[in-house]
């Protein structure tokens, strides 16, 4: 008796389990999005503190890494969170 493994994960929830079927689509969207707000967040203040750049860099990089090394949808969405990206440009403009 087989037993498959329903992958629970949260971007499956958001998009129905259709995140391998539309990956090229979102790599287009997460390639643009990802670089351009990681390069606007150093270019507005990120630059001038080695904890912020460091913050910023790392998962920025982690996700193009990922998009091109054609990982799985999941651990590339996960990667491209840009929540701390949003939280530096948000603590740079205070």
Do not use: H
Request: charged letters at 10%; glycine letters at 8%.
């Amino acid at each position: 008796m087989e037993s498959t493994a329903v992958d629970q994960s949260i971007w499956n929830k958001i998009f129905k389990g259709e995140l391998e079927v539309n990956r090229f689509g979102l790599i287009a969207v997460l390639l643009l999005i990802v670089g351009c707000l990681g390069g606007v967040t150093v270019g507005l203040g990120a630059i001038e503190s080695t904890v912020q750049l460091t913050l910023v860099v790392v998962p920025t990089m982690t996700a193009l890494t990922l998009l091109l090394a054609v990982a799985p949808m999941k651990y590339i969405m996960t990667a491209s969170a840009i929540a701390i990206d949003l939280l530096i440009l948000l603590i740079n403009f205070i």
